[in-house]
């Protein structure tokens, strides 16, 4: 397998493809909300990203898009009273 754990779609044919897509997918909130918005149709990739999205807004950074990350990362931050993953 080529793809990392974390990886969406796991269909990528080497970890460089692997890697841009994720890349592609982490950026997507600040430069391209447009192409996700028009591109993405699958609607567990909405929620996380609607999630993801969230957390950003609230200054949180979680270690990557999938939900589970996201939730740990909202969680942390709820019990901690700081956004998970910003600068002390
Ligand atoms: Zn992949």
Known sequence: MACRSGCVTQNHDS???CLRAS??????????G????GGWTNKKW??????Y????AQGIQPEGTSTAKIR???????KTGHAYGSAL
């Open 53 to 56: 999205r969230d957390a950003r």
């Open 15 to 17: 970890w460089g493809d």
């Open 72 to 78: 740990k990362a909202l969680d942390i931050s709820d």
């Open 23 to 32: 890349n592609i997918q982490m950026s997507t909130g600040d430069a391209n």
């Open 46 to 51: 909405d929620n996380e990203l609607k999630l």
């Open 34 to 37: 447009g192409l996700v918005d």
